[in-house]
């Protein structure tokens, strides 16, 4: 397969990941919107196999797009703004339309939660599973990244919220 380009934003302020935290019952608040105001965009280029390695060595400040800054190369980083800032005619880019641009490689993304809460499951269950409602993809190379919803803790004394066992998978795809 041929490289993937895709950037990787690292926030100077604010979040990157989900915000999980127990509402006044004690349940799980899962808030998946980042709050990404400032920080860098490096656009990258990698073999699947890279990618995969990157994205399991991102950071709780670091997140990543399949979009590029229109006009970038692999290697360069740009200072990321809001659009407001753009406006103001601050030095950076913003992630518009506008500057971005998507690259063709594209990906089929299967989200595998953990068929039971309490025990979870291992990579390898979580593919047969899948591969059980869609047997056609016994066969596909994929790159798996574990569930940032996945393997929580109670801080403080260890009891399991979730179990680790829950997988984001991306399968890229060719042809038209």
Known sequence: MHSIHYSVITTKEGRA????????????????????????????????????????????KQCFTFGV???????QVDR????????????G???????????????LFIDVDAKDKITGTN????WSRVCEVLPELQEATYVAVSSS????YEKGTDTVLRPAGSYHCLIPCTGD
């Open 17 to 60: 990941v989900k915000k999980i935290s127990k509402d006044d019952k004690g349940e799980l608040v899962i808030d998946g919107a980042p709050e990404i105001s400032a920080g860098t965009i490096e656009h990258k280029e990698a073999t699947l196999t890279d990618f995969a390695k990157e994205l399991n060595n991102l950071t709780s």
């Open 69 to 75: 800054m229109r006009d970038s190369v692999p290697g």
């Open 80 to 91: 990321l703004i809001t659009m407001a800032k753009e406006a103001n005619a601050e030095e």
């Open 93 to 107: 880019r913003s992630r518009s339309r506008k500057n971005m641009v998507w690259p063709t490689t594209h990906f």
């Open 123 to 126: 990579l390898e269950e979580a």
């Open 149 to 152: 919803s996945s393997h929580l």
